[in-house]
């Protein structure tokens, strides 16, 4: 139901846009999360974004590169990646939980919250 895209190879230092769509959900109601899964690494939640997009919250190792908004028009929640690392790498899912909550204070984001998965997308950072 949900589907994450925009991932590729990037060189170090270089930029992606991740985006989340979904079929048969309506993204705008839930609160949408991004986590991210290295290769022999258990999964980490990266970022997450309430409904209405007031309230957001974004892991400290990439505060101040990556950045979650949503597009209530098109019904997508997108991650802007910026100032890549290596250790950025990772297949990276969306995921929708919440519905028609409201957040407030938001805390990083856990697996067992959200209801709704996609097939995730692979972020490869390296020259």
Same mark, same amino acid.
């Given at each position: 139901?949900?589907?994450?895209?925009?991932?590729?190879?990037?060189? &170090? #230092?270089?930029?992606?846009?991740?985006?989340? *769509?979904? +079929?048969?959900?309506?993204?705008?109601?839930? %609160? @949408?999360?991004?986590?991210?899964?290295? &290769? #022999?690494?258990?999964?980490?939640?990266?970022? *997450?974004? +309430?409904?209405?997009?007031?309230?957001?919250? %974004? @892991?400290?190792?990439?505060?101040?590169?990556?950045?979650?908004?949503?597009?209530?028009?098109?019904?997508?929640?997108?991650?802007?990646?910026?100032?890549?690392?290596?250790?950025?790498?990772?297949?990276?899912?969306?995921?929708?939980?919440?519905?028609?909550?409201?957040?407030?204070?938001?805390?990083?984001?856990?697996?067992?919250?959200?209801?709704?998965?996609?097939?995730?997308?692979?972020?490869?950072?390296?020259?």
């Amino acid at each position: 139901q949900l589907q994450a895209s925009g991932g590729g190879l990037v060189q &170090p #230092g270089g930029s992606l846009r991740l985006s989340c *769509a979904a +079929s048969g959900l309506t993204l705008n109601d839930y %609160t @949408i999360a991004w986590f991210r899964q290295a &290769p #022999g690494k258990d999964s980490e939640g990266v970022s *997450a974004i +309430s409904n209405t997009g007031d309230s957001s919250v %974004t @892991i400290s190792s990439v505060k101040g590169r990556f950045t979650i908004s949503r597009d209530h028009a098109k019904n997508t929640v997108s991650l802007q990646l910026n100032s890549l690392k290596p250790e950025d790498t990772a297949v990276y899912y969306c995921a929708a939980g919440f519905r028609g909550q409201n957040m407030g204070t938001m805390a990083v984001p856990l697996e067992y919250e959200y209801n709704y998965w996609g097939q995730g997308t692979l972020v490869t950072v390296s020259s």
